[in-house]
């Protein structure tokens, strides 16, 4: 059983990265074939600085490995350092259809944000609406890059959230009307769930994900924060007037997610609270325990920068010959000579 976990280098990375996606990839990694895959392609799908996308890209490599992921058993990747993605990408290309790509969720909701007026299938000389900016192409084809980058390595299970659940169903589809065309070439994966992660939520707007791209960081906790910003972002969690500590989303979603966090930093149930001054305290320790090896083990990490570039490298190599082969097995299906 293979496993691929992705992450953008883009924003920093916080603490519902954390306990949604990097805990779980090193808690399974003793048992299940993992890669670790910093998708650093995908971060250009909106305008970026060169300098700060290979910096933000060393930074995740080292934040992974802070965390916990162990490159012996976990090969850490740099999606970009292996080409038979992009191959692979313009393959699928071929049998995906405009109308598939151009209805993903975050394309129709980035490309609005980016350029108010666009308009997807019409876009065109003289079409839609006023342009502020241009939408780049690679905004609209990426989710066929994100299916090549699942694809390539055979890998039997995707971790999503709600959010990419549109993005994994297109690279199944993909997978799945190559296969009937050309011969079964791929593996075709199935997305999992971690069991226990909660769905953490901005401190400052509990109805929104906890999320890297949104406007204010005002409710959202850095794994490289210091312990005073930790705590000033605690203290100022939205919560509400009812005045009772109690598990109820509909209604008192702000405590919630406090409670929510309290449990999976600890991993036991919170116990009774007469005051949300107490529970945000003890969400804070609870918070600052989990961070601080983090930080200690990145300030380490960050020491010796070569040392990761080694860590990718040699992840590369692990993972390159297959991914080679799938390609290989691609081509010679569609119709390319050797």
Do not use: W
Not at 11 to 37: T, Y
Not at 66 to 88: F, M, Y
Not at 119 to 147: C, D, T
């Amino acid at each position: 059983m293979k496993r691929l976990t992705g992450f953008q280098p883009t924003g920093n990375l916080h603490l519902g990265n954390l306990l949604g996606a990097m805990r779980p990839l090193v808690r399974d990694q003793q048992e299940v074939g993992s890669i670790a895959m910093i998708a650093d392609l995908h971060a250009m799908t909106m305008e970026h600085d060169p300098q700060v996308l290979r910096q933000k890209t060393l930074e995740v490599a080292t934040l992974l490995l802070a965390a916990g992921v162990d490159p012996k058993r976990t090969p850490l990747i740099a999606h970009s350092q292996i080409p038979e993605h992009t191959e692979l990408h313009y393959l699928l290309e071929c049998v995906c259809h405009f109308g598939e790509a151009a209805r993903m969720i975050q394309f129709k909701e980035k490309s609005a944000a980016h350029s108010p007026g666009f308009s997807a299938p019409s876009e065109g000389p003289g079409a839609g609406g006023k342009q502020s900016a241009p939408v780049r192409l690679s905004l609209l084809s990426y989710p066929v890059l994100m299916a090549a980058d699942i694809l390539v390595h055979d890998v039997h299970q995707v971790p999503v959230g709600e959010d990419q659940n549109q993005h994994l169903e297109l690279a199944r589809t993909l997978a799945t009307r190559f296969n009937a065309r050309y011969g079964e070439t791929f593996v075709v994966p199935e997305g999992v769930r971690p069991e226990s992660a909660a769905r953490i939520m901005d401190l400052a707007d509990p109805s929104a994900k906890m999320s890297k791209s949104a406007r204010s960081s005002a409710g959202r906790i850095g794994l490289l924060d210091p312990p005073e910003l930790i705590r000033r972002t605690i203290s100022r969690a939205v919560t509400d007037t009812v005045g009772v500590v109690r598990h109820d989303p509909e209604n008192q979603p702000g405590v919630t997610n406090l409670l929510a966090i309290l449990a999976e930093c600890t991993g036991e149930a919170p116990g009774a609270y007469t005051s949300y001054g107490a529970l945000k305290r003890d969400v804070t320790d609870a918070v600052e325990a989990l961070l601080a090896p983090i930080r200690k083990r990145y300030a380490e990490l960050s020491d010796d920068p070569g040392y990761v570039r080694e860590i990718l490298a040699e992840g590369k190599a692990a993972v390159r010959p297959a991914a080679l082969a799938t390609v290989r097995r691609a081509r010679g299906a569609i119709g390319l000579l050797d």
